[in-house]
Nanobody, 118 residues
């Protein structure tokens, strides 16, 4: 299984980005019930949870993401998305997608850089 991310880049403050993550090689019966999430890690800081999506479709967000970010998934394509609006320089970080399957096995993407200029 390989988690392939895309969509990062450089954007001005107030702008938007959409991150995508494809769970390549993961079978549907594993992907669908898994917990899906996005994390981020800024320079000199610990990795932190941005948003999480349970198997039933319930989403939870870090306080800094509420109202600005939206996590979603497409089970048929085994894709996870993070729509980020009203970006701030403080959102600059490497963003990682994550899946935890029903056996508690973690899968991580390679990370995609998001840089927000002021």
């Amino acid at each position: 299984v390989q988690m392939v991310e895309s969509g990062g880049g450089l954007v001005q403050a107030g702008g938007s980005l959409r991150l995508s993550c494809r769970a390549s090689g993961m079978i549907t019966s594993v992907f669908n019930p898994a917990t899906k999430a996005w994390y981020r890690q800024a320079p000199g800081k610990q990795r932190e949870l941005v948003a999480q999506l349970g198997s039933a479709g319930t989403a939870d967000y870090a306080d800094f993401a509420k109202g600005r970010f939206t996590i979603s998934r497409d089970n048929s394509r085994k894709m996870i998305y993070l729509q980020m609006n009203s970006l701030e320089p403080e959102d600059t970080a490497v963003y990682y997608c994550n899946i935890v399957d029903t056996r508690e096995i973690n899968y991580w993407g390679q990370g995609t850089q998001v840089t927000v200029s002021s």
